[in-house]
């Protein structure tokens, strides 16, 4: 298995759990762009939002976001100011790994429009 994520969710690569449950994992990111930085990944791989079937099976995108929403709360964030929900989507937009995940930003101000 050579996805970075996958590896995580095996527990073959060490990470920094934030949150997990039976469909997603959050884990602190290794190269943080704010004080808060943690990764919400489904554990099934799917490389790109645009991989996601539109039937058949597929992780849940709305489990993906409840996972962000509870991964937030349990870092005390949703009582913190806010903080900022990024999914890139191929490498122009800044995916580095090819497994879908989404980036949950906090502890600092953010400007609008971002990149």
């Known amino acids: 298995m050579s996805c ?8 073959e690569v060490p990470a920094k759990i934030a ?33 996601v079937p539109a039937d058949g099976p597929a ?5 993906l976001f409840a996972g962000v929403a509870r991964t ?15 999914v890139n989507c191929g490498e122009r937009a800044g995916q580095s790994v090819w497994h879908v995940h989404v980036h949950l930003l906090a502890g600092r101000s953010f400007a609008w429009p971002p990149g």
């Open 72 to 86: 937030a709360h349990a870092l005390g964030l949703s009582s913190a100011g806010g903080y900022r929900v990024v």
């Open 19 to 51: 949150y997990e449950d039976d469909e997603i994992l959050s884990f602190h990111d290794v190269a943080p762009q704010a004080p808060v930085h943690v990764l919400v990944i489904p554990r099934q791989h799917v490389a790109t939002i645009s991989d």
């Open 59 to 63: 992780p849940s995108m709305a489990h």
């Open 4 to 11: 970075l994520f996958c590896r995580i969710v095996e527990r």
